[in-house]
């Protein structure tokens, strides 16, 4: 329902004028000879809206400064962010279906999963932000050397250097901050990488640290789907499963390694890619 009313609200706003001035023309004499031009003209319109906007993101990202912590929520940054993902899920055509609501525990937590597509946090951040879950994201170096990509910085998304042991830590430090002064909730994916088989790669457990360190659950996402979107996208839509996973609760995380946490989250990322633990789920993209 949330979503069909931004949706509605959306579309109000981008059809009013064009809208009224086609019905203009159509009532006035020969009018409807130049409907197609007014189509052509309202075409133009929304593509020029839509390039922009993103031309204004892209400006605004050249100001960001990757140096410079964002130890605070921007409701504003994170406006621009959801917004600009909402047009890439638009544009990928994605259909994503949330499994597990009633698992995800209240306040702060960790959110992991597999990783297989470039998508992954794209649909993730899409589908949980229905449901009021803020959501930042660790994310390697070389994403923020894209222009557009590094206004993220803005939001709270972090990056972690994975060749540099040091310099990770700091990462893993900042991102229990988040989660401790709850600024937000932080996703990570243990892999590291995209796994271009759907295998599980081995696990970087010390992302663990971060629940450990903020005291905070951990919560498993186990997305499915996200790897056919290249192969679909723009002609055909992609459904998109989150299957959110039973979580680790705060003090199972603090009494277990860092080692043990990883095993258990891959072994219910493998038993979730078998069977699938939750029936049906709630449209959320």
């Known amino acids: 329902m949330r979503r069909l009313k931004d949706d509605i609200v959306l579309l109000a706003v981008i059809l009013a004028a064009p809208c009224a001035a086609l019905c203009a023309w159509a009532l006035r ?3 409807w000879a130049i409907v197609p031009v007014l189509a052509g003209l309202y075409l133009a319109w929304v593509l020029g809206l839509v390039v922009g906007w993103v ?3 892209f400006l605004l990202s050249l100001t960001v400064d990757l140096k410079k912590p964002v130890t605070e929520d921007k409701p504003l940054s994170r406006w621009i962010v959801i917004t ?7 544009a990928g055509r ?5 499994k597990g609501w009633e698992d995800l525990p209240r306040g702060r937590f960790l959110l992991v999963g ?3 597509s470039n998508y992954d946090p794209i649909a993730t951040v899409w589908a949980l932000r229905r449901r009021g879950v803020e959501l930042a994201f660790i994310t390697k170096p070389e994403n923020m050397k894209l222009p557009l990509v590094r206004y993220i910085h803005r939001a709270n998304f972090l990056v972690i250097d ?3 042991a040091r310099k990770a830590i700091v990462t893993i430090h900042a991102a229990a901050d988040l989660l401790e002064r709850d600024v937000v909730n932080v996703g990570v994916y243990p892999e590291g990488t995209r796994s271009k088989t759907g295998q599980l790669l081995p696990f970087h457990d010390a992302v663990f640290k971060i629940a450990k360190r903020a005291g905070v659950p951990i919560v498993t996402a186990a997305v499915s789907g996200t790897e056919r979107i290249k192969a679909n996208a723009p002609w055909r839509p992609t459904d998109v499963t989150i299957d959110l996973l039973e979580p680790i609760g705060a003090e199972e995380v603090a009494a277990s390694t860092t080692k043990q946490l990883g095993g258990r989250v891959r072994a219910m990322l493998e038993e979730a890619a078998g069977s699938g633990r939750h029936p049906g ?3 959320a993209g």
């Open 29 to 31: 004499p020969a009018g």
């Open 55 to 57: 031309l204004f993101v």
């Open 84 to 90: 600009i993902i909402g047009l890439l899920v638009r």
């Open 94 to 98: 994605l259909r994503i279906t949330v």
């Open 114 to 116: 597999n990783h297989c």
């Open 162 to 164: 994975r060749d540099d």
């Open 281 to 283: 789920g709630e449209e």
